[in-house]
């Protein structure tokens, strides 16, 4: 089981940056592969970006490659999301997810956190 708790999320200026964070628990935490998701209201849940725990494979969305950069610390159980030059376009709820495999995480994770909004004005 992994639990998970999300923070950083708030409002933003278009073109600032935000920071987000993910403390994982559990008896799985250290191990498992953890990854971002966003929901915008009316859409889908999205994919953004994963990070593997044994190698530090990361994997991005076209839509926040380039701007966005997943970290981990391992030592603390910790996920980060770095996001820059925000448009008002990346305002959602933004989740963070764990999985036993790293695929997993990117199509269907098994843990997710309750979320975070993060908000870009114009």
């Known amino acids: 089981q992994v639990q998970l708790v999300e923070s950083g999320g708030g409002l933003v200026q278009a073109g600032g940056s935000l920071r987000l964070s993910c403390a994982a628990s559990?008896?799985?935490?250290?191990?498992?592969?953890m990854g971002w998701f966003r929901q915008a209201p009316g859409k889908e849940r999205e994919f953004l970006a994963v990070?593997?725990?044994?190698?530090?494979?990361?994997d991005y969305a076209d839509s926040v490659k380039g701007r966005f950069t997943i970290s981990r610390d391992n030592a603390k159980n910790i996920v980060y999301l770095q996001m820059s030059s925000l448009k008002p376009e990346d305002t959602a709820v933004y989740y963070c997810?764990?999985?036993?495999?790293?695929?997993?995480?990117?199509?269907?994770?098994?843990?997710w956190g309750q979320g975070t909004q993060v908000t870009v004005s114009s």
């Open positions: 997810a764990s999985d036993k495999f790293l695929s997993g995480v990117k199509r269907t994770p098994a843990y």
């Open positions: 559990g008896h799985s935490a250290s191990t498992y592969p």
């Open positions: 990070i593997s725990q044994i190698t530090g494979t990361t």
